[in-house]
């Protein structure tokens, strides 16, 4: 189990206000200390929202990337 704030939802990261820097450096934070890290059964709980793991968010990774949000 992983307790993450409002650094990542199901969905997505956390709202980073638009600003293409701030989402390239939470993005980058969140995939490298921890789906890089932590396996996919790894239990999310989010700032506000229902829990996730990382298995369910992990695929989509590149279209959050993509998106920019």
Same mark, same amino acid.
Do not use: A, I, Q
């Given at each position: 189990m992983v307790i993450l704030g409002h650094s990542l939802f199901p969905g $997505? =990261?956390?709202?980073? $206000? $638009? !600003? *293409? &820097?701030?989402? &390239?450096?939470?993005?980058t934070d969140v995939v &490298?200390? /921890?789906? !890089? /890290?932590? *396996? !996919?059964d790894? /239990? =999310?709980h989010p700032g506000h929202g229902a829990p996730t793991t990382l298995g369910a968010e992990r695929p989509s990774l590149g279209s959050w990337r993509d998106r920019g949000w």
């Open positions: $997505g =990261v956390g709202n980073t $206000g $638009g !600003d *293409p &820097e701030r989402f &390239e450096s939470l993005f &490298e200390r /921890v789906f !890089d /890290v932590l *396996p !996919d790894t /239990v =999310v």
